[in-house]
């Protein structure tokens, strides 16, 4: 069975999410906060070392309860400094504190974070593959950076519009591509 060619088949973890969930259109708001956090964990690092670690962000993230994370004070942070389970970078975390509350005021201004996307996709799933950065990655990132929100550029952008199946690029030999 092809997959991807990033997909490190060495890796359960990474093969689980390829096959299982990479691609696959997910809407629901839990899923779009939780994985926007973890992108913006990516900035600089590989995905694969993001997904490694994932359980435990769930575990110190509180399950990504968005509103338990807006409230996270200072003890929180230096626990979450501490945690050598996760990716201690005091910007990325003080950021994914900040990207929740922004996270949230888009919820209530648009009823939920994946109709604020659709003024953006028009409901739209996108096939493309081998870009990192596209019109629609731009568009996204320049307004979540007007609205206040950090480690939120294109690339980081277009790789979770591709994790949450807005962008659907698996490879052309990849099993799961839909010209198959």
Not at 49 to 62: G, I, M, Q
Not at 79 to 87: A, G, P, R, W
Not at 108 to 135: A, C, H, M, P, W
Request: with cysteine; hydrophobic share 35%.
């Amino acid at each position: 069975m092809k997959r991807c060619k990033w997909c490190n088949e060495k890796n359960p973890i990474y093969i689980e999410y390829h096959d299982k969930e990479w691609g696959v259109p997910n809407f629901d708001d839990l899923y779009l906060f939780e994985m926007l956090i973890l992108e913006s964990f990516q900035a600089g690092l590989s995905w694969e070392c993001v997904l490694n670690k994932r359980e435990d962000f769930k575990k110190s993230y509180d399950n990504f309860d968005i509103a338990k994370i807006t409230n996270y004070n200072a003890q929180k942070i230096n626990e979450l400094l501490s945690n050598e389970k996760i990716i201690r970078n005091k910007l990325k975390i003080n950021a994914s504190i900040n990207n929740a509350k922004i996270f949230q005021n888009i919820q209530k201004e648009f009823g939920s974070f994946y109709k604020y996307l659709t003024q953006f996709t028009n409901n739209q799933i996108i096939y493309e593959r081998d870009k990192v950065t596209n019109d629609l990655s731009d568009n996204i990132s320049k307004d979540l950076i007007k609205r206040g929100m950090k480690f939120v550029g294109s690339t980081i952008i277009y790789s979770y519009l591709q994790a949450i199946g807005i962008i659907n690029s698996h490879d052309i030999e990849c099993f799961l591509n839909s010209d198959n």
